[in-house]
C-alpha cells in the first residue's frame, strides 16, 4: 500500500495544549493514527504517558474517541468492544494505544488473551523503554545497559522480543514501526484495519525526557535505531515476516552505520563500557538472525 | 410461567437468558463455574443471541464487559472469591464510569489456606466500590434479584453496576424449585438497554482522563446520591416485579414478624432461612423475636434498619464476614445507626460461618437464647462482639 503525504488528513488529531514534555513521541505516534484512521479508532489508553498528554477534564487534546482504562486492561477492554460491534451494529475500530510497560508487563496477560482469541482489534504497543509516565523506571522492554531509576548502574537483562512473541501467537497481522518513519506507520496501520482479526503493530518511540537527549532530536534518534539496526521495520501477515523498506538495506551489516553513533546520542547510555558495547552489538546481530528466521 | 428444580447456579443462568443480554464473559472459579457452564450451552445452542467471550481471567472478564457495556451492549460476568479480588481494580473503574452491568457473585472463603465453602468476605470486601450490592437468600430471590438488578443498574436514577452474592453450594449447587416467569412478561418488565453516554457513538467522547481534585471529589458525590435515588428505584421495581410475577421482598430489606418484637435478629444470604425457621419456633416459645434480613447492602438501609431498631430492646447481628482487626461488617453498620435511637438499644454482633463453618437450627437458637439471657439479666449491657467458631 503505497500512501503520499499529500493524500493524508490535515485534520488534527491532537490538539494543541496538549501536556506532553517537548519532542514527546507519543504525540507524534498519535497524530499519524489519527492520519491513518481518522475518527473510525475508538482509542482505548491504559495508564502511562498518553494519560497525561490528554490533558484536564472537561476538555481533551486528542480529538478522537478515547476510553482511559486501568494499566493492565486495555487489551481486554477492545477486545470487549470487538465482541460487540456485530450483534450492536456499531462501527469503529477498537484501537489500543498502550506503552510498552503496559504492554509487556502489567497487560501481558490481557494481551496474549485478545491475541489468541483473535478479537477484531487493532493493538499498537508505544515503546518508549521503559516505565516513563511515573519516572523512568526499567521495564522488560529497556535495552541491557541503559540507565533508569531503578537501574541506577544500567540494567542487567535484555529486552524480550514482543513483537516475535506476538507473531508467534499466530495472529494475521504483526508489524513493527518507528516514529521516524511516519508513511510506514500508517500504511501498515491502513492495511490492518482491513484485516480481520488481531493485528499488532509495535512502534518505537524514542523518549527525550527518558532517554537523556535533546527534544529536538526525537525523530533523529529513531531514525538512526533503524540506520544501526537496533529497531529492525518488518510486517508479518499470517505468520511470514518480511521486512519493510526503511530496514531493508540493513540486512547487510555494513550498510548499518556504527552502534556508537546511536548510543553516544542517549545519556541513559553514558556509562556504558566497551564490553557492554559489543554485547549490544552482538544482541542486534542475533535479533537479526532470530528474526531472519521466520522470513 | 414454569417451575424447575434448579441450582443457584442454574437460576442466575436462567435470569441471565431472560434478560437480553448481549454480552457474557466467562471464567471459571468453584463454586461459579456452572453458571458460565450452563451459560456457554446456551449460547452454543443459540438458546440466547449474546455472546460469549470465554476470557483468561476474572481481571479480563470484568473489562471486556466494561469495554462492551461502554459501547451500549448488556452485559453479565460472574465470579467468586479470588476471582473477585483479582478482578477489584476493575469494579472501581465500571462504577466510576458509571456503566451499568451485573456481576454474579458466588461467595466463598478467600485463602490461604484454600478452601471453597462460603462465607461472605470476598463479597463484603468489595462495599466500598460503588456498586449496588444485593446478597440472595434463596434460590428463586436469585433468579429474581438478577433480572430486578438489570432494570435498577440501567435506571436513569442510578446508572451504577450492580453485583448479586449468594452463598456457594449452600444455594449455588443446592437444588429447590424455581418459578421461571415468560419471556414476554420480563420482556415487557426490562426496557431497552440504557446507560448515560456510549463510546462507540458518533460523538467524540473521552471517558476517564485526567481531572482536578474538586471534579473527582463531586463526581463521588454523584454516585453517593445515586446510591440513595437508587433505594427508592429498588422498591419501586420490586413492586412491579411484585405485579408481574406475584413475588416481592420488600425492597432494601424484608422484615419476618420483626413488628412487634423486642428482640431483632439482622443477617444477609442463605441462612436467613434457617433463622427465620428459628424464629417462629422461638416465637411459639413465647419470645417476641423477629428477623431482619438485609438484602441490599449497598445502598445500605438505614431508614429500614433505624425504624426496625427504633422499638426493641436488643438486635443481635449475624455476620458471615469480618474487617479482620474490627467487627463484622453488617455488625459496625448497625452500630452506625443506634446513635440517636430514643430507645437505648443493646447490640451484639456475632461473627459465625466462617470458611463454611456449619451454623445450624440448635447453634442460632443458643445464640439467641444466650442474648435474651444477657440482656434480660444485665439490663443495658452496651454492644458486644462473639466469635462462633464452631468448636
Ligand atoms: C495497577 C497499576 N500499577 C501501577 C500504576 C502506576 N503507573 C502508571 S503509568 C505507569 C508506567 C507506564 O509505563 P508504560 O506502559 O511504559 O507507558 P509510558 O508511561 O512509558 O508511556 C505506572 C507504573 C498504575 N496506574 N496501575
Ligand atoms: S516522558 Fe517521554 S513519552 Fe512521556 S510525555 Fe515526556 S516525552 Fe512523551
Not at chain 1, 493514527?33 to 481533551?60: E, F, H, R, W
Request: charge should be negative.
Amino acid at each position: 500500500m503505497s500512501i503520499k503525504i499529500q493524500g493524508l488528513s490535515r485534520d488534527n488529531y491532537v490538539l494543541p495544549g496538549h501536556t506532553a514534555c517537548p519532542g514527546c513521541p507519543e504525540t507524534l505516534g498519535l497524530r499519524y493514527v489519527g492520519m491513518a484512521l481518522g475518527k473510525d479508532s475508538i482509542i482505548v489508553v491504559p495508564a502511562g504517558c498518553s494519560t497525561i498528554i490528554q490533558g484536564t477534564l472537561p476538555k481533551s487534546s486528542i480529538a478522537m474517541r478515547v476510553i482511559n482504562v486501568p494499566f493492565a486492561s486495555s487489551a481486554s477492554v477492545a477486545s470487549g468492544i470487538a465482541n460487540v460491534k456485530e450483534i450492536l451494529k456499531i462501527g469503529g475500530i477498537p484501537v489500543v494505544w498502550a506503552g510498552d510497560g503496559a504492554t509487556a508487563d502489567i497487560g501481558f496477560a490481557s494481551l496474549s488473551g485478545s491475541a489468541e482469541r483473535n478479537d477484531d482489534l487493532i493493538y499498537i504497543c508505544v515503546d518508549n523503554e521503559a516505565y516513563m509516565n511515573t519516572g523512568i523506571q526499567r521495564s522488560s522492554l529497556t535495552p541491557y545497559g541503559a540507565w533508569t531509576s531503578t537501574t541506577v548502574t544500567g540494567k542487567r537483562e535484555d529486552r524480550k522480543e514482543v513483537p516475535l512473541i506476538m507473531l508467534l501467537h499466530k495472529i494475521p497481522y504483526t508489524a513493527t514501526a518507528s516514529i521516524a518513519f511516519p508513511l510506514d506507520f500508517i500504511s501498515k496501520l491502513r492495511k490492518a484495519a482491513t484485516i480481520r482479526g488481531f493485528k499488532y503493530i509495535h512502534l518505537h518511540a524514542p523518549c527525550p525526557t527518558g532517554w537523556r537527549f535533546d527534544p529536538s532530536k526525537t525523530v533523529e534518534v529513531a531514525k538512526l535505531a533503524v540506520e544501526v539496526g537496533a529497531w529492525i521495520l518488518f510486517e508479518a501477515e499470517q505468520h511470514k515476516l518480511r521486512l519493510t523498506p526503511p530496514s531493508n538495506i540493513y540486512l547487510d551489516k555494513h550498510k548499518r552505520k556504527h552502534i556508537k553513533d546511536y548510543i553516544s546520542v542517549q545519556g541513559r547510555f553514558k556509562d556504558l563500557s566497551e564490553d557492554d558495547l559489543r554485547r549490544f552489538e552482538d544482541f542486534i546481530n542475533n535479533t537479526w538472525e532470530l528474526l531472519l528466521k521466520f522470513t | 410461567m414454569v417451575t424447575k428444580v434448579l441450582t443457584g447456579n442454574y437460576a442466575v443462568a436462567e435470569a441471565v437468558r431472560l434478560s437480553n443480554v448481549d454480552l457474557i464473559t466467562a471464567y471459571p472459579i468453584t463454586p461459579q463455574t456452572t453458571i458460565v457452564e450452563r451459560l456457554s450451552e446456551f449460547v452454543d445452542m443459540k438458546l440466547i443471541k449474546a455472546r460469549l467471550m470465554r476470557v483468561e481471567s476474572e481481571f479480563a472478564a470484568l473489562a471486556a464487559a466494561y469495554g462492551a457495556a461502554l459501547c451500549g451492549a448488556r452485559a453479565f460476568t460472574a465470579t467468586s472469591s479470588h476471582g473477585l479480588l483479582f478482578a477489584h481494580e476493575m469494579l472501581w473503574w465500571v462504577a466510576g464510569s458509571r456503566v451499568p452491568m451485573v456481576l454474579a457473585v458466588v461467595t466463598r472463603t478467600v485463602g490461604p489456606p484454600w478452601n471453597i465453602w462460603s462465607e461472605h468476605t470476598d463479597f463484603m470486601g468489595q462495599r466500598d466500590c460503588g456498586w449496588l450490592m444485593a446478597l440472595a437468600e434463596n434460590n428463586q430471590e436469585i433468579l429474581d434479584t438478577t433480572i430486578q438488578l438489570y432494570r435498577i443498574t440501567e435506571d436513569e436514577e442510578v446508572y451504577l453496576p450492580g453485583m448479586l452474592g449468594f452463598d456457594g453450594f449452600l444455594l449455588s449447587h443446592t437444588s429447590e424449585p424455581v418459578d421461571i416467569p415468560d419471556e414476554d412478561v420480563i420482556k415487557s418488565f426490562l426496557k431497552p438497554r440504557s446507560q448515560p453516554y456510549n463510546m462507540c457513538s458518533d460523538n467524540i467522547l473521552t471517558m476517564g482522563n485526567l481531572s482536578n481534585a474538586e471534579d473527582v471529589a463531586t463526581m463521588r458525590y454523584d454516585i453517593h446520591k445515586s446510591m440513595e435515588n437508587a433505594k427508592e428505584v429498588i422498591k419501586e421495581v420490586d413492586r412491579e416485579y411484585e405485579k408481574l410475577t406475584g413475588r416481592s421482598y420488600g425492597g432494601l430489606t424484608e422484615c419476618y414478624r420483626c413488628d412487634d418484637s423486642k428482640y431483632l435478629i439482622v443477617a444477609m444470604g442463605g441462612w436467613v432461612g434457617t433463622m427465620k425457621d428459628v424464629c417462629d419456633e422461638l416465637r411459639s416459645n413465647g419470645y417476641d423475636v423477629g428477623v431482619l434480613k438485609v438484602r441490599f447492602f449497598r445502598p445500605f438501609p438505614e431508614e429500614d434498619l433505624t425504624k426496625a431498631m427504633s422499638s426493641v430492646k436488643g438486635v443481635l447481628v449475624f455476620d458471615k464476614s469480618v474487617s479482620l482487626g474490627s467487627l463484622g461488617h453488617i455488625h459496625s453498620e448497625v452500630l452506625a445507626r443506634t446513635y440517636g435511637l430514643s430507645n437505648k438499644v443493646v447490640v451484639r454482633g456475632v461473627i459465625a460461618g466462617l470458611a463454611g463453618v456449619d451454623v445450624n437450627p440448635n447453634d442460632i437458637r443458643g445464640i439467641i437464647l444466650k442474648f435474651i439471657g444477657d440482656v434480660e439479666e444485665g439490663g443495658y449491657i452496651g454492644n458486644t462482639s462473639e466469635w462462633f467458631l464452631g468448636r
